[in-house]
């Protein structure tokens, strides 16, 4: 079956403007989490959703990153008036899980958004 | 928070057998242990997660002592197609303490 997708694989932006960046993640997944992943460093939690429930928003480095799954299924994670070092791959991964330990949900990851902001 | 500690690189040579330790000195009761693979320009995959004691699947085995603070990752015979970055995921019930490490780059020579 389909897996994670992410789009657009790649996006350039001009520093100040705002980006929405997609992910539509396997069907009947109930969970889906973003990261940032910085040139040569692991994946860097952002946020979580638990249906279109934000659960976790405390890895969003600043009040500039906002996200959404509004019926529970899609999301998009917006950045607004990016910066350089917004420069980074966002990865969203989906997990069938919706409950018991969080860290035991096997997470399917999408193959990331490269964004660079110039 | 778990924080992991993982080496930077290692380098083997095919049909060798590769362990990779990770060390997770602040691990909680109720955190899980996963480790994935990820190749360039793509997301990471998933390979194999464990709580306590040793844990096979078809591609890998994970061992993880009494105590829980370090876990290791054996791959088998390894080929050129291992050759990528795998990070060891320790988190509890939070989603900001899903921490993923530096990750180890394993280099495969044939």
């Known amino acids: 079956g389909a897996g994670v997708s992410q789009s657009p694989r790649y996006k350039v932006a001009k520093r100040g403007q705002d980006v929405a960046l997609r992910c539509d993640p396997i069907?009947?997944?109930?969970?889906l989490f973003w990261y940032q992943q910085a040139l040569g460093q692991g994946p860097e939690f952002l946020t979580y959703f638990q249906n279109e429930a934000q659960l976790d928003k405390s890895g969003l480095p600043s009040d500039r990153f906002f996200a959404e799954r509004p019926e529970g299924s899609v999301s998009t994670l917006k950045i607004q008036r990016t910066q350089q070092e917004d420069s980074a791959v966002y990865l969203c991964?989906?997990?069938?899980?919706?409950?018991?330990?969080?860290?035991?949900?096997?997470?399917?990851f999408g193959p990331g958004t490269r964004l660079l902001v110039l | 928070l778990a924080k992991t500690t993982q080496p930077i690189s290692m380098d083997s040579y095919e049909g060798q057998e590769v362990n990779i330790t990770c060390s997770h000195n602040?691990?909680?009761?109720?955190?899980?242990i996963t480790w994935y693979q990820q190749f360039p320009s793509q997301g990471p995959r998933f390979i194999i997660q464990?709580?306590?004691t040793k844990v096979t699947n078809e591609v890998a085995s994970l061992f993880i002592p009494a105590d829980r603070k370090s876990s290791t990752l054996s791959l088998p015979r390894v080929s050129l197609s291992d050759t990528a970055v795998y990070y060891c995921?320790?988190?509890?019930?939070?989603?900001?303490?899903?921490?993923f490490g530096g990750g180890t780059r394993l280099m495969v020579k044939p």
């Open positions: 069907s009947g997944h109930v969970s």
């Open positions: 995921l320790v988190g509890g019930d939070a989603g900001n303490m899903l921490t």
């Open positions: 602040n691990i909680a009761t109720n955190d899980y």
């Open positions: 991964a989906s997990s069938l899980a919706s409950g018991g330990v969080l860290s035991q949900a096997t997470q399917y």
């Open positions: 464990g709580y306590k």
